[in-house]
């Protein structure tokens, strides 16, 4: 897919996304894209999926109450805070432009784990312009992409983490999306019981191996 048609698919999401976000009940909306069996991915053509739900899921708010006390104690949003340490490092950054940057994680739960985030503040996918779309495909297309090189096409998950649509003020958190290769080995006994990843790969020797598929 070329950049304009990777941001006809993020306006197909934020298009379902205000349609259902006002709807009685609704509370959280997940948008998430499986590829490959091992991810999950039950059919063979690609697609993503939404799901509407009356709940906040448990890991959406462990990051919201996670920037929400960041906040409080620094007075600064924590996503936007790591996206300029990354962009001025460069040691984990994939691959960035004027309004995104895609960069790998310093505690990522997987080998290749790559998140791509918006560099100015905005809690909320849904507000994201047109003009926003286009530069997110650039970013997008290169860190999976190179992901997609880099690992000959493996089973992996992406998810857009937003603000939840509650009517809540959300001020302290900042929307992305998580890119999670699917590990080649599964959780064993150490990962069930701790509930801690092991990542097989420093973030810093993942970022340079994937900037070098692009």
Not at 187 to 213: D, M
Request: hydrophobic share 40%.
């Amino acid at each position: 897919m070329n950049e304009m048609e990777v941001a006809e698919v993020f306006d197909a999401f934020q298009d379902r996304y205000l349609d259902l976000m006002n709807k009685k009940n609704i509370n959280y909306i997940a948008i998430f894209h499986n590829h490959g069996r091992e991810a999950g991915a039950s059919i063979p053509h690609p697609h993503s999926q939404l799901m509407a739900i009356p709940v906040i899921a448990p890991y959406i708010k462990l990051e919201l109450d996670g920037a929400e006390r960041y906040y409080r104690s620094n007075k600064h949003c924590v996503y936007c805070v790591m996206a300029e340490y990354e962009s001025n490092e460069k040691k984990r950054v994939v691959f960035e432009n004027d309004e995104f940057i895609a960069f790998c994680p310093f505690a990522s739960r997987a080998a290749f784990e790559v998140w791509v985030m918006p560099k100015k503040h905005n809690p909320y996918f849904e507000r994201i312009t047109d003009s926003q779309k286009i530069k997110l495909a650039e970013v997008f297309q290169k860190g999976l992409g190179s992901i997609y090189k880099a690992l000959n096409d493996p089973p992996y998950n992406f998810y857009i983490h937003t603000s939840p649509c509650d009517g809540k003020d959300y001020s302290h958190f900042h929307w992305h999306i998580e890119i999670l290769p699917v590990p080649p080995t599964p959780w064993a006994g150490f990962e069930l019981e701790t509930g801690i990843e092991v990542s097989t790969i420093q973030p810093e020797v993942a970022a340079e191996f994937l900037r070098k598929q692009i």
